[in-house]
T-cell receptor, first 107, second 112 residues
Framework: AQRVTQPEKLLSVFKGAPVELKCNYS??????LFWYVQYSRQRLQLLLR??SRESIKGFTADLNKGETSFHLKKPFAQEEDSAMYYC?????????FGTGTLLAVQP | DGGITQSPKYLFRKEGQNVTLSCEQN?????MYWYRQDPGQGLRLIYY???????QKGDIAEGYSVSREKKESFPLTVTSAQKNPTAFYLC???????????FGQGTRLTVV
């Protein structure tokens, strides 16, 4: 079955510390993978996707097929990064989300 | 003003009643999705549609029904068969499958 797993419900870091939000996937074939973010009182929105290999707001994510992972990283966390982050995978017409990780950046 | 609109924002219903949640998009997207968001469980896929007059069950379709008679509209009906309907419901659309999904503001349904 297609599955996206985010093992951490909450990640708390101090401002300026590195951040890594974990995501593992279980898909047959080659899925499209995404990171979505939901800031307080805002809509869920796309942060980045693996095919574009870009950096958005300082965040990057690399697809590791051997480990079936797509971890989200940022070298120096900012307070405005505090939000709910969802990893998602798309294959065979379905877009499946993980359970989400709440990132809390402390001043 | 382009986008995806869900209505109403808050909805209250008595137990045993069916209720329909509206989702409209003017983005000319082919694909539309309904998710249910519960604390600690993330977004769970209820139904999805890739084209007009066609839709498929997601992971938690029991107790829900949908229709896709128009490209821009994908209403979700929560039936009395849904055992735990109180939740936050999110609708999304994308140009086609596996591309960026755009989300509505959500509808919070409370069944009393």
């Amino acid at each position: 079955a297609q599955r996206v797993t985010q093992p951490e419900k909450l990640l708390s870091v101090f401002k300026g510390a590195p951040v890594e939000l974990k995501c593992n996937y279980s898909y047959s074939g080659s899925p499209e993978l995404f990171w979505y973010v939901q800031y307080s009182r805002q809509r869920l929105q796309l942060l980045l996707r693996h095919i574009s290999r870009e950096s958005i707001k300082g965040f990057t994510a690399d697809l590791n097929k051997g480990e079936t992972s797509f971890h989200l990283k940022k070298p120096f966390a900012q307070e405005e990064d505090s939000a709910m982050y969802y990893c998602a995978g798309g294959a065979t017409n379905k877009l499946i989300f993980g359970t989400g990780t709440l990132l809390a950046v402390q001043p | 003003d382009g986008g995806i609109t869900q209505s109403p924002k808050y909805l209250f219903r008595k137990e045993g009643q069916n209720v329909t949640l509206s989702c409209e998009q003017n983005l000319n997207h082919d694909a539309m999705y309904w998710y249910r968001q519960d604390p600690g469980q993330g977004l769970r896929l209820i139904y999805y549609s890739q084209i007009v007059n066609d839709f498929q069950k997601g992971d938690i379709a029991e107790g829900y029904s949908v229709s896709r008679e128009k490209k821009e509209s994908f209403p979700l009906t929560v039936t009395s068969a849904q055992k735990n309907p109180t939740a936050f419901y999110l609708c999304a659309s994308s140009i086609r499958r596996n591309t960026e999904a755009f989300f509505g503001q959500g509808t919070r349904l409370t069944v009393v």
